[in-house]
Each structure stands twice: as C-alpha cells, then as structure tokens.
C-alpha cells in the first residue's frame, strides 16, 4: 500500500510539459482501490469510466503523447509507419478546429450540389435579391401581428401568379389549369415603408354546378390513391369539395384587412365574378376592396378591357402578374389601405430561431389532419381524395412548453414511376414542393398509416430525410384502426418499423389518431426533444474520451502490411446536424464498418437520439508536421450524399 501511495505522489507531481504514457502503452490497475483512483488524476490526466481503469491523456494534441489509438497491452510490435509519437506537439489544438470548420464547408457544398432540386435559376435569383431588400429596410416583425392582404377571385384567373409576384420567388404552384390551388397560402412581402402578409386562395365556385362539372374545373380524381373507399364516399368528397375550398377563402377574407378582387380581362365579367362581387359588398363593406383586372399586357389594351368591369361597382385597375404591368399602383393602393408599423424594442429578441417542422409521406396518411390537430382550426382541407393538398402550407404554431415552430404541411409523395405514368404536371410539382419543404426544415414528421405496410416508398422518404440531415420523428397515425391491441401491440410494431426502416432506427416513434386527438400533442414533445439534441455540442475533452474508449473496445483493423488507422484527435465541428470531424493517419485505413461502429459508440455514449450525425475522416500526412498547416489533406465522408444547406458551424 506504502508503495502505491508513493507511486500516486510520483504521478501527480508530473508538470503539464511531461512526457505522457501513450494511450494503448497504459496498464490496467484493475487491482487498485477505488479510494485512490482520484489520488492518481490530476489535471492532466482523466479517470476512464470503466474498469479497469486507465490513465488517457486529455489533450493528446499538445503533449508528447501518442495517438489515441494503437497496440492493446501485451502487444509489442511496432512498425515505421504506426510511430508517430511527438509528432504534432508543435500543433495548437486550434489547427485542428479550423481544419475541422473547412471540412464541413466542403462537405456542405458538395452535398448540397449533390441534392439540389430542379429549380428555376432566374427564380432563386430574384429571391435572393428580394431578400436582401426587405433585409435592409425592415425588422423582424413576427407574421401574426403583419396585416394581411387576401386574393380572392373564381378559378383560373392568375391569383398564385400574383402571389409569387408580390411575395417574390415561386412559392404557389402555377398551372394554366383551374382549381390547382386549394388551401390558404401565406407569404410576407413589402413595398415602400409597408411590410405585410400576401394570402393566396381557391377559386370560389358560387354558382350551382353538377359533380362532374366541379370534378372537370377543379380538377379532382376520384382513382388515384382511392382504392378501399367506396363510390358513395368519393361521390361525397367531390360534392364537398368546392364547399371546403370556398370556406378556406372566406377564412382568409375574414382576417384580410384589405382585399384584392381579381378577375381575368381576357374573358371579361362572368356571372361567377357578378356574384362575389356582390357576395363581398355585402358580407366585407368595412373592408377595402380593390379589383385588379388580370392578364393585361398591353397597357392601351389594358384599359378598354378593365374597363368592361365598372358594372361589379369597383374602380377596375389593369395589371398583369406575369410581367409585372400595373403591379406598382396596385401595391401603392394597398399600401394607402394599411397602418404603418411603428418601430419597437417589443419586437427585439421576440422572433429568433423558429424551427420548422415539415409533415411528409405518402397520399392519404393523415398529414392534413395531423396539422389540423396540432393548431386547433381547420387550416387544410381534409379529404379522401387523393392530392387534395398540393401546396407546401407553412403554419405557425406555439407549443405547451411556449416554443413556436413552424409546421409545413406537403402534398402525399408517390412513387416517381407512378408520377410519371399519370402525366399530372401538378402533382409533379407538388412532389417537388414536398421535397423542398424537407429541404427547408429542420425536422421532418415521417407519417405512416398503421394498417398499411411500410412499402419501397416510405424507405425512399427516409432515405432522404437521412441524406438531408434532418432530425426525425415516425408518426404511426391511425393508431385506432388497429384491432385487438395489447401491452405488447406497440412493441412488436417497433420491431417492424425499426426493420423495415433501419436507415432511421434513430428516430422516435409516435402513435397518434390525428381524427381524435389522441396523443397528437407527443408530435410536439418529440419533435421538441429531437430539436434540443440536434442543437447539442459535445465538448471535446468527452469527446475524445469516448473516442478512446471505443479504440480500446475494438481498434482499426490492420491491413495485409501492417499498417492500422490512427485517431490523432477529433472535435464537433458543426450542428444541426451533429458533424464530428476525424483526424488520422489515413482515412482509407478506416473500412465503412469501422466507422458505423464508430457512430453506433458515440449514439450509446454521447446519445443524440432523433437526428442523424455525420463522421468526417480528415487524413494528414507526416510531411505536413513542419509547416503546421492543412496542405494536401484529404477527406472522406461516412455517409455520401447529404445536404448541408443547414449545418451550424460553431466556433
């Protein structure tokens, strides 16, 4: 005992600048009291949190220690290129870090490259520069307390072409179809010293029409995705159709402090314009209603056909949504309509980050109903139909715990094959607003119907989830169709699920019945913890412990020569989502199965349930000792293909 205790003085009278005992030369002391393992730390020196019980270096990088990894006990051997002790003592840990940021930047352009969606160019263009615009002339003022400015008009007569106009960018949908959009769509714009909310509606059908009229202009399909409903049923949802989109129009006219009537000047008054003129005469008087005549593009032309519409009892104004005629005295009207918001420090640190939340899966799942759950009012229209949502529906929403998120409601995703064969331009493009919703999130509700099997597709969404790096959450909607439930049901339905879609058997599962409520508020809980581990960082002292132990546990393989990866050091270079950054010796000595039992180590010690975490392996060669530097370093990534467009990189 006399002599242990010596030893322990010896060990913690050594300075900072002494030579270390590398990491896989340390011996066990499993037969050492438990009372004086802390005798034996100090602050150089971190205590493993197993036995039996080592001593690791805790900056490995500016001592003279060897690398993290290499020979277990007992193991002798040692080779040219497998001793690189003292190598980089004269590096500053902070090398590493910068070296680490560069990486991500790298790894973020390319993947974002890899993933980017069929856009229009010249639309991102015009986006960007709006952008910054409103950037440079305005607060932050949060979009409920914004006034707002409503479209409204019959089907068909531009108004998504007008609200991507005013809002900037290709937010709605176009078609040169009727009844493409359906449900209220929101978007902030601003002219002069005005900043408001633009909403695009539905084309509201007042006349009475027969059902297979409503089904032609609205353009409904009453086969795809309704296999298992019965006639009479899909006989009603038409019938009922027109009725919900109407109702979500007159839900935003209601909030609307000013409204734009439009109707097309091409085809002149119809009896459908006739009647909502009359309709919001008599219903919104205290309202300022101003009518734009569409699809004006000649400016003398213009006038003679706006001025056929003085009969609906509004001063007409020619304008043209796709080139932008008229478009500035329409906004200077609208403009004279609202209050000005006034300056405040009360609006300062009230609207930070808000994550966004995107609802995603295949037709008919439940996405529509979820949302409307979760905000208590019918803010989508709800029906069997297949593609009854088609715009991506951006929602504001405030948790139990005061948190706002953002919930974006998408369109069912089918498969591409299937798309292609309908030849539906629209759904094609809801498709694709579906993929850019996950894109522009932060967590993504993978919704799965409990009775239907997980098929091809629903892996394919994950897979994406997975590549975008967002974090997850697996809605099990529908739970109440399931028959004969027991204590046992939920856990054997895991197992299938974890199965089926092993790429996300990090994520959390949720059972929820979105028609009754039942446990739709868990949505939130999970989403909310997901969004806290995905935010996390770890620091680097735990870190490269864990890193450590998982060495110890199982070291890199060797090669057919000899050679076997080393760990110099490894930090957290970004979040959002979680991305570790590898320094070794050569990254090629590292097999892909050795980096998934890296990150199933870092999964059980460090946690980050709920979002996917990214390994970067960053080689340096010995020639680089002397200058210090990154030169001619080389860097592979563990999972090829992600989007990076969200990494946070912290200092």
């Given at each position: 005992?006399a002599?242990?205790l010596?030893?322990?003085?010896?060990?913690?009278?050594?300075?900072?600048?002494?030579?270390?005992?590398p990491?896989?030369?340390?011996?066990?002391?499993?037969?050492?009291s438990s009372?004086?393992?802390?005798?034996?730390?100090?602050?150089?020196?971190?205590?493993?949190?197993?036995?039996p019980?080592?001593?690791?270096?805790?900056?490995?990088?500016?001592?003279?220690?060897?690398?993290?990894?290499g020979?277990?006990?007992?193991d002798?051997?040692k080779s040219?290129?497998?001793?690189?002790?003292?190598?980089?003592?004269?590096?500053e840990s902070?090398?590493f870090?910068?070296?680490?940021?560069?990486?991500v930047r790298?790894?973020?352009?390319?993947?974002?490259?890899?993933?980017?969606i069929?856009?229009d160019?010249?639309?991102?263009?015009?986006?960007?520069?709006w952008?910054k615009?409103r950037?440079?002339?305005?607060?932050?003022?949060p979009?409920?307390?914004?006034?707002?400015?409503?479209?409204?008009?019959?089907?068909?007569?531009?108004?998504?072409?007008?609200?991507?106009?005013?809002?900037g960018?290709?937010r709605?949908?176009?078609?040169?179809?009727?009844?493409?959009?359906?449900?209220?769509?929101?978007?902030?714009?601003?002219w002069?010293?005005?900043?408001?909310?633009?909403?695009?509606?539905?084309?509201?059908?007042t006349?009475?029409?027969?059902?297979?009229?409503?089904q032609?202009?609205?353009?409904i399909?009453?086969?795809?995705g309704?296999?298992?409903?019965?006639?009479?049923?899909?006989?009603?949802a038409?019938a009922k159709?027109p009725?919900?989109?109407?109702?979500?129009?007159?839900?935003?006219?209601?909030?609307?402090?000013v409204?734009?009537?439009l109707?097309?000047?091409?085809t002149?008054?119809?009896?459908?314009?006739?009647e909502?003129?009359?309709?919001?005469?008599?219903?919104?008087?205290d309202?300022?209603?101003?009518?734009?005549v569409?699809?004006?593009?000649s400016?003398?032309?213009g006038?003679?056909?706006?001025?056929?519409?003085w009969?609906?009892?509004?001063?007409?104004?020619?304008?043209?949504?796709?080139?932008?005629?008229?478009t500035?005295?329409?906004?200077?009207l609208?403009?004279?309509e609202?209050k000005?918001?006034?300056?405040?420090?009360?609006y300062d640190?009230?609207?930070?980050?808000?994550?966004?939340?995107?609802?995603?899966?295949?037709?008919?799942?439940?996405?529509?109903?979820?949302?409307?759950a979760?905000?208590?009012?019918?803010?989508?229209?709800?029906s069997?139909?297949?593609?009854?949502?088609?715009?991506a529906?951006?929602?504001?929403?405030?948790?139990?715990d005061?948190?706002?998120?953002?919930?974006?409601?998408?369109?069912?995703?089918r498969?591409?094959?299937?798309?292609?064969?309908?030849?539906?331009?629209?759904?094609?493009l809801?498709?694709n607003?579906?993929?850019?919703a996950?894109?522009?999130?932060?967590?993504?509700?993978?919704?799965?119907?409990?009775?239907?099997?997980?098929?091809?597709?629903?892996?394919?969404?994950a897979?994406?989830?997975?590549k975008?790096?967002?974090?997850?959450?697996?809605?099990?909607?529908?739970?109440?169709?399931?028959?004969?439930?027991?204590n046992?049901?939920?856990t054997?339905?895991?197992?299938?699920?974890?199965?089926?879609?092993?790429i996300?058997?990090?994520?959390?599962?949720?059972?929820?019945?979105?028609?009754?409520g039942?446990?739709?508020?868990?949505?939130?809980?999970?989403?909310?913890m997901?969004?806290?581990?995905?935010?996390r960082?770890?620091?680097?002292?735990?870190?490269?412990?864990?890193v450590?132990?998982?060495?110890?546990?199982k070291?890199?393989?060797?090669?057919?020569?000899?050679?076997?990866g080393?760990?110099?050091?490894?930090?957290?270079?970004?979040?959002r989502?979680?991305?570790?950054?590898?320094?070794?010796?050569?990254?090629?000595?590292?097999?892909?199965?050795?980096?998934?039992?890296?990150?199933?180590?870092l999964?059980a010690?460090?946690?980050?349930?709920?979002?996917?975490?990214?390994?970067?392996?960053r080689?340096?060669?010995?020639?680089?000792?002397?200058?210090?530097r990154?030169?001619?370093?080389?860097?592979?990534?563990?999972?090829?293909?992600?989007?990076?467009?969200?990494?946070?990189v912290?200092?």
């Amino acid at each position: 005992m006399a002599e242990l205790l010596t030893f322990s003085k010896n060990i913690s009278s050594l300075s900072s600048t002494a030579t270390l005992i590398p990491f896989h030369h340390c011996k066990p002391f499993s037969k050492l009291s438990s009372s004086l393992v802390p005798s034996l730390t100090n602050e150089n020196f971190t205590r493993l949190s197993f036995p039996p019980f080592q001593l690791t270096c805790r900056n490995p990088v500016r001592c003279n220690c060897a690398p993290l990894s290499g020979e277990f006990e007992g193991d002798e051997e040692k080779s040219e290129d497998y001793d690189t002790e003292g190598e980089y003592e004269d590096i500053e840990s902070g090398d590493f870090e910068e070296e680490a940021q560069a990486a991500v930047r790298e790894y973020s352009l390319s993947l974002s490259r890899e993933l980017s969606i069929e856009e229009d160019a010249s639309d991102q263009k015009n986006q960007g520069k709006w952008q910054k615009r409103r950037a440079g002339s305005f607060q932050h003022v949060p979009d409920h307390l914004l006034p707002r400015v409503t479209i409204v008009g019959r089907p068909n007569v531009g108004k998504s072409a007008l609200f991507n106009r005013l809002v900037g960018g290709n937010r709605a949908i176009v078609v040169d179809e009727p009844g493409v959009t359906r449900d209220r769509l929101y978007g902030r714009s601003f002219w002069g010293a005005h900043e408001f909310m633009v909403v695009d509606t539905g084309g509201v059908l007042t006349l009475s029409k027969s059902q297979a009229s409503v089904q032609e202009e609205l353009a409904i399909t009453t086969t795809i995705g309704m296999d298992g409903i019965s006639l009479s049923a899909r006989e009603a949802a038409v019938a009922k159709m027109p009725c919900m989109i109407e109702r979500q129009a007159a839900t935003a006219v209601e909030e609307a402090s000013v409204i734009i009537f439009l109707v097309d000047g091409q085809t002149g008054p119809t009896a459908a314009d006739v009647e909502i003129a009359d309709w919001l005469r008599k219903n919104h008087s205290d309202r300022s209603i101003i009518l734009a005549v569409n699809k004006c593009e000649s400016p003398r032309k213009g006038l003679m056909q706006a001025s056929e519409f003085w009969s609906l009892g509004f001063t007409p104004i020619p304008i043209s949504a796709v080139s932008g005629t008229g478009t500035g005295e329409l906004l200077n009207l609208v403009c004279s309509e609202l209050k000005t918001i006034e300056d405040s420090e009360e609006y300062d640190g009230l609207e930070n980050y808000i994550p966004a939340i995107a609802i995603v899966g295949r037709p008919n799942v439940g996405k529509s109903s979820i949302l409307n759950a979760l905000v208590g009012e019918d803010r989508t229209i709800v029906s069997p139909i297949s593609g009854t949502t088609r715009d991506a529906i951006d929602t504001e929403f405030m948790g139990s715990d005061g948190q706002k998120y953002r919930l974006i409601d998408t369109a069912g995703i089918r498969r591409r094959a299937a798309v292609a064969s309908a030849g539906n331009l629209t759904e094609s493009l809801s498709v694709n607003r579906a993929f850019r919703a996950i894109c522009r999130s932060d967590l993504v509700a993978l919704v799965i119907e409990a009775m239907a099997c997980i098929t091809e597709q629903d892996y394919r969404i994950a897979e994406r989830i997975e590549k975008e790096g967002k974090g997850c959450v697996i809605v099990v909607n529908k739970w109440d169709t399931i028959p004969k439930k027991n204590n046992q049901t939920a856990t054997y339905y895991e197992q299938d699920v974890r199965e089926k879609l092993r790429i996300l058997d990090w994520a959390p599962i949720v059972y929820s019945t979105a028609t009754s409520g039942q446990s739709v508020d868990k949505i939130i809980d999970a989403a909310s913890m997901v969004e806290r581990e995905r935010s996390r960082r770890l620091g680097t002292s735990i870190l490269n412990q864990v890193v450590q132990e998982a060495l110890a546990f199982k070291a890199p393989p060797r090669t057919r020569g000899g050679k076997r990866g080393r760990v110099y050091y490894c930090t957290q270079a970004a979040i959002r989502p979680p991305t570790f950054v590898f320094f070794v010796n050569d990254a090629k000595l590292f097999p892909e199965t050795y980096r998934r039992y890296m990150e199933k180590q870092l999964r059980a010690n460090a946690g980050f349930p709920g979002t996917p975490i990214r390994l970067l392996w960053r080689s340096r060669r010995k020639t680089e000792k002397t200058e210090g530097r990154t030169t001619g370093s080389n860097m592979q990534q563990v999972y090829p293909g992600a989007t990076a467009g969200n990494l946070v990189v912290t200092n």
